[in-house]
């Protein structure tokens, strides 16, 4: 029986003792007890005397209600004279500002009404939660991109695909589940990809040094003896417990194949170009498969040994889906389906394929559901179907703690279908990205991946050939993309989740920390700068959720502040840009399944037309990325994340659509590009498969200049200041590790 299953109502998690453990982790934060710091990624967090003792005394119990008079007798002598309802409560705000927690949603220090407090999250490895609160039950979820395996997929940005979960009561429930960590890679060196062996006794796991065998009981770990170069990432184990099926990128701009490998020695075999999300079926005959471009992908079958390739499914235009999962016949495949809408949204649904019928059947769509207090959750891409008939999933937390997301499970009646309430089995910081169980699902890996994305400054010496190393803007660990400058260069227009959701935020270079522009309950982003040089026009996004075809709205807010006002609305909205003064010149493009069209708007009145000498039209249109000139003249167009031996950008005439092609040498894929701001060149951020992330100078004849390179760091879209002289980019890195869950 699996973790989805043995959890009899009522019962509680497993505690652990730490008091007298010199150093107490849990997430991304460990307490160093000798030296009284706490520390998260490393990096020490300032944190006040009192703020940490009450820190050191939940850890000592986690997940058990210490009471507001244990907290008194641990702070303050028996003599001592304070208010001390208003000192205590001012202390857990200053210990949960440290650790970006929140009172409404926590994930570490919950408030235990009229008794005091108690410690979430898991403590050293061990799950610590209690049995009291509701908690969400399923219905829709979330797509993800991993930082650390970013130069994998194509496209940070618009990895962030999204779709929802039905919040229902329930109660956290479990027997002896105990989670333990069984990685502990740095930032440098994060894991690549992870499953476990059908007998549960073995991790194989991929880092940047190769592929490893642990041992999980005993930890022994050592190297899989395999050929120089062949950088594979374990995505599976065949059912006779000696074979991986491996993900392999054979070079900078080669599409993912997939690969047999074995674990006592032999050369691997490749069995199939152009395969990726491998999962071998229950007796081993099969392997389902993800193939084909982001955004067109299909679902493939083929048998264990590479033979007989076939299209299961074309789950719909302009789709991404996640792994498929097989039921325990293996007459089933369930798989994530994430329809892409422009900038960071999907309308996802769990769906399954019945091998023997052919029938397609959605168990549960996230369209329209939203969690019972009002706020939406997500749904990662990782499915496991389980012997005893329980999807288990990830589903992340609710706002501010967004970009968490932990372990859940449902059971599924013998039809398939939703049959029962869903269970949490992890409560703890940072996102899963992927998912991996024993035959028996009484083991069950996963991988956390944290991010810190940011917006960085670097400045552009005279000749416009070097660039400064970048610099961090924003001093925090929210998601933070820079869009526009102000007309003087000396202040950053962003978009940022801080508050949850996003919101527009302006940030000078001399300041520390951004002003709020645009708030409220709605997400915003992508604010522009109008040629007024006083107005700027944003987006505000339909509500995640919401039925396909929900129109976005196109608004308008003084630099200064005050209210916004609506410009336009249109249901398949995508970018927004404007050029500088003496141009007029606003632009923006609505996305059709086959065509990319323009249109020229005022921001005052929003009457807009149509350029039809700008038009695309592609099957991959929502691949699409363009930038306006500062002059308004020339529109560029580039086709980013996929992966091309020349990556090419197109140069229209505004005013005539004559067109002019280039391309870019020596990297594999365009993630985005911008122009610069004397309209001669663009800036685009590049990559390639093998790891490297690279900012581009690209002049208008092709000429190409690699500004800056970077293997630990993905490299995002740069906007140039309007005097030149700097560039606001986004950068990301990140850490992945694998845990355990394990039933007994």
């Not at 129109?551 to 609305?569: N, T």
């Not at 020229?600 to 350029?611: I, K």
Request: net charge neutral; with cysteine; proline share 7%.
């Amino acid at each position: 029986m699996s973790l989805g299953a043995r959890i009899p109502t009522g019962a509680r998690l497993m505690t652990v003792s730490t008091a007298e453990t010199p150093t107490i982790r849990f997430g991304i934060f460990e307490v160093d007890r000798r030296s009284g710091e706490l520390r998260r990624n490393g990096v020490r967090v300032k944190l006040q005397e009192q703020p940490f003792q009450i820190l050191l005394t939940l850890l000592e119990h986690p997940g058990e209600v210490v009471t507001r008079e244990e907290l008194r007798s641990r702070l303050w002598a028996e003599d001592t004279y304070v208010d001390f309802d208003h000192s205590l409560n001012a202390a857990v705000r200053r210990l949960r500002d440290a650790l970006a927690d929140s009172a409404e949603n926590p994930r570490f220090v919950e408030t235990v009404a009229r008794r005091g407090y108690r410690f979430l999250a898991p403590v050293n490895g061990v799950v610590t939660a209690d049995t009291s609160q509701p908690v969400p039950a399923i219905s829709a979820r979330r797509f993800w991109i991993p930082l650390t395996i970013a130069v994998l997929l194509a496209g940070v940005v618009l990895g962030l695909i999204i779709a929802r979960t039905r919040r229902q009561s329930g109660q956290i429930t479990s027997a002896a589940i105990k989670q333990r960590r069984l990685t502990a890679s740095s930032e440098e060196n994060p894991v690549l990809g992870a499953a476990i062996s059908p007998d549960g006794k073995y991790l194989a796991f991929a880092d940047k040094t190769g592929v490893s065998l642990r041992q999980i009981d005993s930890g022994e770990t050592h190297s899989l003896s395999l050929p120089s170069g062949f950088a594979a990432i374990p995505s599976g184990w065949y059912p006779d417990g000696t074979h991986l099926v491996a993900t392999w990128v054979e070079g900078p701009i080669a599409p993912p194949s997939l690969w047999q490998a074995s674990i006592i020695g032999g050369a691997p075999r490749k069995l199939i170009d152009d395969g990726q999300l491998p999962a071998v079926s229950p007796d081993g005959s099969q392997i389902a498969f993800v193939k084909g471009p982001k955004h067109a992908e299909e679902i493939w079958l083929m048998a264990g040994d590479g033979e007989n390739p076939r299209q299961l499914v074309v789950p719909c235009h302009n789709c991404t889906v996640g792994v498929p999962a097989w039921s325990p016949d293996g007459s089933k495949i369930a798989y994530v389906v994430s329809e892409y809408t422009p900038l960071w949204r999907a309308n996802t649904s769990v769906v399954s394929f019945n091998l023997r019928t052919g029938r397609e059947e959605t168990i549960f769509s996230s369209g329209g559901h939203q969690a019972e207090v009002g706020r939406e959750l997500e749904l990662g891409p990782a499915l496991i179907w389980t012997t005893d008939n329980h999807l288990v999933y990830s589903v992340s937390e609710l706002a501010p703690n967004q970009d968490d997301s932990n372990v859940w499970s449902v059971p599924l009646d013998p039809q398939g279908h939703i049959a029962g309430s869903a269970v949490r089995l992890t409560a703890a910081p940072n996102e899963v990205s992927s998912l991996s169980a024993s035959a028996d699902g009484k083991r069950i890996i996963y991988t956390k991946n944290y991010s810190n994305l940011g917006v960085y400054i670097s400045e552009l010496n005279s000749g416009g050939t070097r660039l400064s190393a970048p610099h961090r803007l924003t001093l925090d660990y929210w998601r933070n993309y820079a869009f526009s400058w102000t007309a003087d260069s000396k202040t950053v227009l962003f978009a940022s989740d801080r508050d949850g959701t996003f919101h527009i935020f302006k940030q000078r270079l001399d300041q520390s920390a951004p002003e709020l522009l645009v708030g409220g309950s709605e997400e915003t982003s992508l604010p522009r700068l109008a040629p007024d040089n006083a107005t700027v026009v944003f987006e505000i996004w339909p509500r995640l959720g919401a039925p396909p075809g929900s129109p976005r709205r196109l608004m308008r807010i003084s630099l200064a502040g005050g209210p916004p006002q609506q410009i336009l609305e249109r249901s398949d909205l995508g970018n927004v840009q404007c050029a500088r003064a003496p141009s007029t010149l606003c632009l923006y493009d609505l996305r059709g399944p086959t065509m990319v069209s323009f249109f020229r708007f005022d921001p005052l009145t929003g009457e807009s037309e149509e350029l039809p000498q700008l038009r695309i039209q592609d099957a991959s249109s929502y691949a699409y990325n363009w930038t306006l000139s500062p002059d308004g003249k020339i529109l560029a167009t580039g086709k980013g994340k996929i992966l091309q031996r020349e990556p090419s950008i197109t140069f229209t005439s505004v005013e005539d659509g004559s067109k002019r092609t280039v391309t870019a040498q020596a990297w594999a894929g365009i993630n985005s590009i911008d122009f610069a701001a004397d309209g001669r060149s663009v800036w685009a951020s590049a990559f390639t498969n093998t790891g490297k992330w690279a900012l581009l100078s690209i002049d208008l004849q092709g000429r190409t200049r690699t500004m800056l390179e970077d293997a630990q760091m993905a490299i995002g879209w740069a906007i140039p200041s309007p005097d030149g002289k700097h560039l606001a980019m986004w950068k990301a890195n990140g850490g992945s590790n694998v845990w355990m869950l394990e039933n007994f």
